[in-house]
Antibody, heavy 118, light 108 residues
């Protein structure tokens, strides 16, 4: 059974940084594409970024609106991946989900809440 | 960038009625990388349909997806009270991947 658990969400001040993690079980992280998706309070779903599987070079892509503030990294030995978020703004307040794709089927974690506020 | 538009914005129906939700893409999408989700307040989105027409594991057969190219449909044949919430369409074929704004389903 595939299980994804996000962690690292917290209250952080504007301008601060935060690192989210997504721990996976039931799959080998390096073998699959994955996304980070977020949802601001009362809003819809927003794609944040993607990391491709190892055979595709673990390349990354990000939503243009993030202006280079976020970066995705993998820890294949830990079967997990991370989302480093810098220069956080109040608009970044959201629940952040990791999503893995296995044979084209998306699998979601339960999310972790990031609150950016002074 | 592919923009997804969902209609209607809100649907208010009674239990047992049929619900039809639409999602239109601004340009053609490979249906293999198109899905539908259901989300209730405080919960993560739940995958209903992947590959435009394949039900995800555990999804009852009253949910069905169809469509190709730019036009996709989610049909709920007989609404149950637990079907209330917001339904999102999603494409994940070419970056930036995107979601529709959602259709809110209310059960009378």
């Amino acid at each position: 059974e595939v299980r994804l658990v996000e962690s690292g969400g917290d209250l952080v001040q504007p301008g601060g940084s935060l690192r989210l993690s997504c721990a996976a079980s039931g799959l080998i992280v390096s073998e699959h594409d994955m996304d980070w998706v977020r949802q601001a309070p009362g809003q819809g779903l927003e794609w944040v970024g993607r990391s491709t599987k190892k055979i595709d070079g673990h390349t990354t892509e990000y939503a243009a609106s993030l202006e280079g503030r976020f970066s995705i990294s993998r820890e294949d030995s830990q079967n997990s991946l991370n989302l480093q978020m810098n220069s956080l703004k109040s608009d970044d307040t959201a629940v952040y989900y990791c999503v893995f794709y296995i044979s084209g089927i998306p699998y979601w974690g339960q999310g972790t809440l990031v609150t950016v506020s002074s | 960038e592919i923009v997804l538009t969902q209609t209607p914005g809100t649907l208010s129906l009674s239990p047992g009625e049929r619900a039809t939700l639409f999602c239109r893409a601004s340009r053609s999408v490979n249906s293999r990388y198109f899905g539908w989700y259901h989300q209730k307040p405080g919960q993560a989105p739940r995958l209903l349909i992947y590959g435009a027409s394949n039900r995800a594991t555990g999804i009852p057969d009253r949910f069905s997806g169809s469509g190709s190219g730019t036009d996709f449909t989610l049909t709920i044949s007989r609404l149950e009270p637990e079907d209330c919430g917001v339904f999102y369409c999603h494409h994940y074929v070419t970056s930036p991947f995107s979601f529709g704004p959602g259709t809110k389903v209310e059960i009378k």
